[in-house]
């Protein structure tokens, strides 16, 4: 089993800055991807940021210039620093990693939740 924890959610101005964390562990195989996802009230979850093992980046429209997403693999850490904070980016963020255990097997964070408000 493989756990995900989340942190770094909170409060934050428009305009504002935060840093997102997530680390996982347990009996982690060879990771295929770590990303973030967020859902918003009352809409579909969405892509935020991924990060493929082959060292691929791909960024959500959304996060497109304005969040970064970065790897530790010590801890097998994700991060997620997002700038220039928008009241549409309110939403709770959920951390994602899919591994080959074998077999394939994905697993989520518990969320967090960011509020960009003034």
């Known amino acids: 089993q493989v756990s995900l924890v989340e942190s770094g959610g909170g409060l934050v101005q428009p305009g504002g800055s935060l840093r997102l964390s997530c680390t996982a562990s347990?009996?982690?195989?060879?990771?295929?991807?770590q990303g973030w996802y967020r859902q918003a009230p009352g809409k579909e979850r969405e892509l935020v940021a991924v990060?493929?093992?082959?060292?691929?980046?791909i960024y959500g429209d959304s996060a497109k210039g304005r969040f970064t997403i970065s790897l530790e693999s010590v801890d097998n850490a994700v991060y997620l620093q997002m700038n220039s904070l928008e009241a549409e980016d309110t939403a709770v963020y959920y951390c994602?990693?899919?591994?080959?255990?074998?077999?394939?097997?994905?697993?989520w964070g518990q969320g967090t939740q960011v509020t960009v408000s003034s």
């Open positions: 994602n990693l899919r591994h080959w255990g074998p077999p394939v097997s994905e697993y």
């Open positions: 347990g009996r982690i195989g060879r990771i295929l991807t």
């Open positions: 990060v493929h093992s082959g060292g691929t980046t």
